[in-house]
């Protein structure tokens, strides 16, 4: 998440300009009147992931309405411009049905799929908040692959819980928010505090939405957050190890996954379709 900043006068890092004293290293800050400079994503590379998988989420989305029989133009606040669910179900929709019919390539397809325009534009604008700031702390090959797998592991938990249906990237936008949390309680210091409190206060804001609202899918949320803690202690913080090959690997092994598995899904999704307009 993008904080004002300001470079700390004894230490020289970057800390949060909303407090008196450095987050690393307790001195004092001087005024605003001082350098102050906008953390956002830790490089170029970061923002070209972060911005991809944006693309990705929304081209996907497009497509669904594209191949749909009935694009919902009603249905309430969140049914606006809804694919039915057969468009969903070809183009990789998860749960326990579809796992049993069209198998676990599901899993990750799921992600990238979305229920309407207010529901693929809250998850595109959390991960656009969250996305930068587990860029800086992890490196976007990191991020990349937390993403990934917490997307992967919510929605193994939700077909293990028993949920028929469901899609949407807010499994893995939790994965985010669990490294986030692992990373705070993880460095400790008044930073990694911080941290904490802030990352507590989205977490306790997700169970109340989803106690809240009909049709979130808890068991992917929870999953995404146990994913996303368990890939940042495996993986690590930037703090602690720099990015390496292996990182690296791993990200470029969760791209060509991905790639395999949304080619197939729109390959599939659109020759079944066909198949049925002759």
Request: proline residues 3%; contains cysteine.
């Amino acid at each position: 998440m993008a904080h004002p900043s300001i470079t700390c006068p004894e230490c020289g890092r970057a800390t949060d300009a909303r407090y008196s004293s450095c987050l690393w290293c307790g001195a004092a800050l001087p005024p605003s009147g001082g350098r102050v400079i906008e953390v956002l994503s830790g490089g170029k590379s970061s923002q070209l992931v972060i911005n991809g998988i944006i693309v990705v989420n929304v081209a996907y989305y497009l497509l669904s309405l594209l191949i749909s029989s009935g694009t919902s133009l009603g249905g309430g606040l969140f049914g606006f411009l809804s694919p039915d669910d057969n468009s969903l179900a070809l183009l990789g929709a998860t749960g326990t049905y579809p796992v049993s019919r069209y198998g676990v390539w599901t899993l990750v397809s799921a992600n990238y799929l979305h229920g309407g325009a207010l529901h693929i534009l809250f998850n595109m604008m959390a991960l656009r908040q969250i996305g930068p700031w587990v860029c800086a702390e992890f490196g976007a090959s990191r991020m990349f692959v937390i993403y990934t797998t917490s997307g992967v592991a919510g929605y193994v938990l939700s077909v293990l819980a028993g949920v028929p249906f469901t899609i949407g990237a807010s499994a893995a936008v939790c994965g985010l928010i669990g490294a986030l949390f692992y990373f705070g309680k993880s460095r400790g210091g008044n930073y990694g505090q911080a941290v904490s409190r802030e990352v507590s206060g989205w977490l306790i804001s997700l169970v109340v939405f989803g106690l809240v609202m009909p049709g979130i899918n808890n068991w992917g949320h929870g999953g995404g957050i146990v994913g996303g803690i368990v890939a940042a202690k495996l993986l690590g913080y930037r703090e602690r190890s720099r990015e390496n090959w292996v990182h690296r690997a791993a990200a470029l092994l969760c791209l060509l996954v991905t790639v395999i598995v949304l080619a197939f899904g729109t390959w599939y999704g659109v020759r079944v379709l066909s198949y049925r307009h002759f």
